[in-house]
C-alpha cells in the first residue's frame, strides 16, 4: 500500500468514510505500488483478505 | 557422465534475509544477526508507462542504507519454462547487478507463462498468475539449462536455480524431483539454490521424501540455502512464507549442512504481511539460531569431503513443456484445454484438487495485487459492496480477463474491466481516476 496516497484519499474523504479508510492501513506494507512482480510466496498471498476484514461490517 | 564442475566455489557469506524495508531492525550491523541482504529485484522494479515493457529499478535506492553484500533471486523471469527473458527484463537486472554486485543470482525453476496456441506464430504468451512447476524432462532439462546459460552470459555473475516447490501429483512418465534438479546443474553447469521448505512441501504433498531427494542431487553445487514457514491449506502444505522455521526443518538443516561443502548462505523468507503477527524479537531469536548453527558450520567447512562424484540419471522424455505449460496454465485459468496423449490427460482430471487450489492461490494474488495497484477502488468496492459482491465481481474480471505479467498492468486491466461494467457505487469512478493517474504517472 502506497501510504503517500492513502494520506491523499484520507484528505478528501469525509470523517466518516476516513475511518473506514484507516482501518485499510492495516495492511502489510508492500515497497512497491503498481510496481513489479509479485513475491515468490507460493503460498496465499493475503493482503486482499487483511484488506476486506478491515471493512466488514 | 560424471559432473564437471567449472566454477570455483561463491565466498561464505552467512546468514542472510529476504529484505523488506519492515525487516530493517533485524539488518543493523551491531545486531550481528544478518550478514547477507537478498532482494526479489522486480519487486522494485516500476514499470514504465511511456515505453512498452520497460522499467525503471528503486532496488539499488533501497538498499543504499545497508551495508552487507547483496544477492539478487528473480522473481520476473524463471527458468523453467519455454519463454525467455525478455530484454527488457534483462536489461534491468544487469543494472541492478552492476550497481549491486552480488557475488551470485538465482531464479527459480519454475515457468509462468505459456502459449495457448502451440503453432509458433506470434500470439503473446498468457501469464499463469503463479509460480507452475516445469516439464521434468529431457526437453525440460534442455530448456532450464539454456534459460540459465544464457542468464550467466548476459549478466556475467555465477547463476543459481531454485528447485521449486510442487503441490501436483507426480505425473506419468516424468523424471523423479531430484533426477531434474541433478539433471539441470549438470547441463547448465551451475550452482543450486536448496530450498530446504520446499523439499519438505513436496514431501508432505506426496511427492519425493526429503532424504531421497537431498541424496540424490549434486550437494557440492549447492551454494545457498533457502528456509521459510509454511501453512496448511486445502489438505496441502504450501511454501507460504508465512512464519518461523519449524523445528522439523531446522533438523533438516544441521542434519545436511555437513555435506555441503560450497555453501555461501543460508537465507531466511518471510513475506511482509506476516511480520507483525510473529514480531521482529522472535525472528531475531531464531536468526541467532540460525548463526549458531552457521558458525558451527563455518568451523567445519574446511573438513567437508566433496561428495562422490555424481551421476547423471537417465533422461526420459515423455513430457514436452510446451504442451505441459499449455495444459497446466489453461486448468489453472479456465481457458479450453489443449489436446493430450491419453496418459497426461487422465493425469490431469486426477490432479483436479491440486490445480484447483493453484487457481485459487493465482485468483487470491490477482486480488492482492489490485489492493496494491488500484487501492481507492477496492476500498470504494468493498465498503460499498461488501467482501462476497466484491469477489463475485473479481470472478468475472477474472473470467473476462487473465493475468497481467506485472501489478501495475494487473490494475489497469482491471480499471478496463469496470469501465466496461456497470457497477451502482457512488463515487466510484473518482476513485478509478485517482488510481488511474497514479498508474500513469512518470516514472522519475
Redesign the interface.
Known sequence: ??TN??T??IEVLTEE?AA??AG?LV???????????????????????????S??? | MATMRNFPDPPKLGIGIVWWPGLDPLCRPAEGLVQVIETEPEVFWTQCPASNRGFASGLPAAVRHLPQPKLLHGVGAPFGGTAAQSTAHCQTLVADIEALRPAWISDHLSFDRFWPDASGNDAPAVFTGFFMPPAQSASGVAQAASHIRHRRAATGVPVAFENPVSYLPPAPGEMPDSDFIAAVAVAADCGILLDLHNVLCNARNGRQSVQEFCNAIPLDRVWEIHLAGGASQRGFWLDAHAGLVEPELMDILVDILPRLPSLGAITFEIIPDYVAGIGLPAIAKMLGELNDIWQTYIGAANRIAAPPSHNTPALPNAIQPALWEHALGAAVNGMPAPSLPPELASWIGQADASLALYTFLAQEGRASSLVMSVPRTVRALLRALGEADTRALLARFWSHTGPAYTTAEEGRKFLDFLSITAIPVAGLHAEMLADLSSLLRPVS
Open positions: 500500500m502506497n496516497t492513502t491523499k484519499t468514510q473506514q479508510v485499510g495492511t502489510g506494507l508492500n515497497p512497491v505500488l503498481g510496481g513489479g512482480c509479485r513475491s515468490c510466496t507460493s503460498g496465499v498471498q493475503p493482503l486482499f483478505q487483511t484488506e476486506a476484514a471493512f466488514a461490517k
